[in-house]
């Protein structure tokens, strides 16, 4: 019988595995890699290796993260925890509205309650200097502005909590330091 190089490669890889038990470490990690990369070709952002074996143990997956698989849209709760003193839910939903582009359509689900939200006729002193669109690997959106009235340049963001909580908390130790 001949057979192919390919047959080969994998009949020595099973070889190894079953002849030494840290091979198979590093043939998992090296398969996990590999299908990580291939994800990244279709889109996909795989933040952990082992996220991918847990993925081919499913049969099925039911996500919700914007609530429009049940409500069919997003709502605003009536209570919102604000944790700086003099912000409201009202400042709150005109710093949102300013990280995106409040002047143009909205271009997904969450822009869509921000800018329906938000008191947009009080932005028209706020132009937009740059703008950076929601970046799925940092999970976060970006906006430099200026105040007409004060002169004030200033950024805004939205995202991720766990991003914006990362961002508060440099910026915080950045600026305790000096």
């Not at 994998?10 to 996990?32: D, G, K």
Request: net charge neutral; proline share 4%; glycine share 4%.
């Amino acid at each position: 019988h001949i057979t192919s190089v390919v047959e080969a490669l994998s009949f020595t890889v099973v070889l190894m595995v079953a002849s030494i038990p840290l091979a198979i470490e590093i043939v998992t990690t090296t398969t996990l890699a590999l299908g990580s990369k291939e994800l990244s070709k279709h889109g996909a952002i795989v933040t952990r290796l082992s996220a991918i074996e847990d993925m081919a143990g499913m049969a099925i997956l039911c996500s919700d993260k914007t609530g429009t698989l049940t409500l069919n849209k997003m709502e605003l709760q009536p209570e919102c925890p604000v944790y700086c003193k003099d912000e409201t839910q009202y400042s709150l939903l005109r710093y949102a509205a300013m990280a995106t582009k409040w002047k143009e359509p909205p271009k997904d689900a969450l822009d869509t309650l921000t800018l329906g939200a938000a008191d947009l006729k009080s932005l028209d002193t706020i132009d937009q200097l740059q703008h950076m669109p929601f970046d799925p690997v940092i999970k976060r959106t970006e906006s430099t502005l200026r105040d007409r009235l004060t002169g004030q340049v200033f950024k805004t963001t939205k995202g991720a909590p766990h991003v914006i909580i990362r961002l508060i908390s440099s910026s915080y130790h950045t600026h305790s330091n000096h």
